[in-house]
C-alpha cells in the first residue's frame, strides 16, 4: 500500500507557475501509473494529468492541456505537477493519486485507488 503526500500549493496571482509535488512511501512507486486531479468548491473531481510508469507517457485533460505539464522520478518515488498560466479558475484542491491496475490514461477516479490528502492551490486576478 502506498502513502502519498502533496506539496507545493499556495496563493499565486494568474499568469504565475507553480509545481505541485505528490511524494510516495510505502510501496513500490514505479508500479504505480499515477494521476493528478482537482476539486474545486462545490464541483466534482476532475482528471488533470496522468503518467505511465516508465514516465514516457503522458495523458491531459483538454483543459491543462499545453499549460501543465506531468512529469515523475521513479529514484525520488515522486510525481510532479508543473502548471504554468495559471488562471482564476484552476483554483482548487490539487490531488495526486495512484493507479495500480491502469496506464494513467484513466480519468475516473475508481481507478485510482490511492489518494493524497490534497494541496490548495488559490489564483488571484
Known sequence: QVQLVESGGGLVQAGDSLRLSCAASGGTFSRYAMGWFRQGPAKEREFLAG????????????????????????A????????????????????????????GSSRQTTSYAYWGQGTQVTVSS
Not at 505537477?81 to 488562471?87: G, N, R, V
Open 51 to 74: 503518467i505511465d510508469r516508465s514516465g514516457f507517457t503522458t495523458y491531459y485533460a483538454d483543459s491543462v492541456k499545453g499549460r501543465f505539464t506531468i512529469s515523475r522520478d521513479n
Open 76 to 103: 525520488k518515488n515522486t510525481v510532479y505537477l508543473q502548471m504554468t498560466s495559471l488562471k482564476p479558475e484552476d483554483a482548487a484542491v490539487y490531488y495526486c493519486a495512484a493507479n495500480w491496475l491502469g496506464s
